[in-house]
C-alpha cells in the first residue's frame, strides 16, 4: 500500500524545520541524546534559540535541561564571544556528555557552567535581572514555575522561551487531558496575559513559545 503523502501543512512545518541544518557535531550529539534517552531539541527550535540569543546581544543565558548538549550548542554559537551559559540538569552523565559535545565544537570551560541539581533548587540561588535570556526545556509541570523564576532572572528586555510549546500537536487538542498537555496550556495562559511580557508562539519543531520582558 503506498504512503498517504503529507498534507500541505505538513509539508510546510517540515519544510520550515528542514531549513535548518545542523552540523556533524550537533548531529553526534543529538544521538548521544538519543541514546541515553534526552531527546534534544529540533533544528528549527535550536534555530530559534541561536537567533533568539544573538538578537538579544545574549552575555549571560540560563539554560534548564542540559541534556546531551544539543540545545546549549545552538545556545552558544547565538551569544557574545565572551557569553556564559549557566546550565542546569539533575542528570550528570548527560552533562558530562554535554561537555564533549561543548569540547568538540571549541568552546571552552570557561564559557560554560554546568550545575547538577533540580531546576526549583538552583534557580532561587541565581541573580535577579542577570540575565538576557532564559531557555526552559525541563519537567513540563514545573513550567510555570520556571516562568516565575525566569522573569526574575531576566533583564528587563531579555527573552524567555519554552520547548515543546505544542507538545506533539496535543497541545491545540481540547481533547488530550493529560498533566503535561494541562500544564503547558497553562503555560500559555500565564504568558498571554502576563503584562510584563510580550509573547511569540513558533511553530517549529515542538513549538517555541518566547516572551520579551518589557518591565520588572
Same mark, same amino acid.
Given at each position: 500500500?503506498? $504512503? ?13 524545520? $528542514?531549513?535548518? *541544518? $545542523?552540523?556533524?557535531?550537533? #548531529? ?44 546549549? !550548542?545552538?545556545?552558544? *554559537?547565538?551569544? #557574545? ?38 531546576? !526549583? ?20 509541570? $514545573? ?26 500537536? *496535543? ?13 503547558? #496550556? ?9 503584562? #510584563? ?20
Amino acid at each position: 500500500m503506498a $504512503e498517504t503523502p503529507p498534507s500541505p501543512l505538513e509539508a510546510t512545518l517540515a519544510y520550515a524545520d $528542514e531549513f535548518h *541544518r $545542523e552540523d556533524d557535531i550537533l #548531529r553526534a550529539a543529538r544521538l548521544r541524546g538519543a541514546e541515553v534517552g534526552a531527546p534534544p531539541i529540533l533544528p528549527g527550535g535550536g534555530a530559534a534559540l541561536c537567533f533568539l540569543a544573538t538578537a538579544v546581544n545574549a552575555r549571560s543565558v540560563v539554560e534548564i535541561g542540559t541534556g546531551c548538549g544539543v540545545s546549549g !550548542l545552538w545556545l552558544l *554559537r547565538g551569544m #557574545r564571544a565572551d557569553g556564559t551559559l549557566t546550565s542546569v540538569d539533575v542528570e550528570p552523565e548527560h552533562q558530562r556528555l554535554a561537555r564533549q559535545s561543548f569540547a568538540q565544537a571549541g568552546f571552552s570551560g570557561g564559557r560554560i557552567r554546568l550545575i547538577t541539581g533540580r531546576a !526549583l533548587d538552583v534557580l532561587p540561588r541565581l541573580s535577579d535581572g542577570g540575565y538576557d535570556l532564559v531557555f526552559c526545556d525541563g519537567a513540563m509541570h $514545573e513550567y510555570a514555575d520556571y516562568l516565575a523564576e525566569s522573569i526574575r532572572l531576566l533583564r528587563v528586555g531579555g527573552v524567555v522561551v519554552f520547548d515543546n510549546a505544542l507538545w506533539g500537536n *496535543r497541545v491545540a487538542d481540547p481533547v488530550q487531558r493529560d498533566p503535561d498537555t494541562v500544564a503547558i #496550556r497553562e503555560l500559555g495562559k500565564l504568558v498571554r496575559s502576563d503584562e #510584563r511580557l510580550r509573547p511569540l508562539m513558533m511553530p517549529l519543531g515542538d513549538g517555541i513559545l518566547a516572551a520579551v520582558k518589557l518591565a520588572d
